[in-house]
């Protein structure tokens, strides 16, 4: 499965937020460690918290490849 460029952004943001603290990170240090523009990542999360949100339940979801 390819991955989408929402779950990717979502994927780092979550790595970030775990190191460094959901306070500490900015949407720019986001975008600035992706190599992309911040206005790519408003395009796909309206915000801070919509991002923190995604990042979580990406974090708590279940692995990606199940076995079934």
């Known amino acids: 499965k390819k991955t989408s460029m929402k779950e990717t952004i979502s994927k780092k943001a979550g790595e970030m937020f775990l190191s ?3 306070k500490s990170v900015t949407i720019h240090d986001i975008a600035f460690e ?3 523009s911040p ?3 408003s395009g796909y999360f309206e ?3 919509s991002l923190i949100e995604a ?3 990406q974090l708590t ?3 990606a490849n199940p076995s079934y």
Do not use: C, S, W
């Open 20 to 22: 460094l603290g959901f």
């Open 34 to 36: 992706m190599g992309i």
């Open 39 to 41: 206005k790519i990542i």
């Open 47 to 49: 915000n801070k918290q």
């Open 55 to 57: 990042a979580v339940l």
């Open 61 to 63: 979801a279940p692995t």
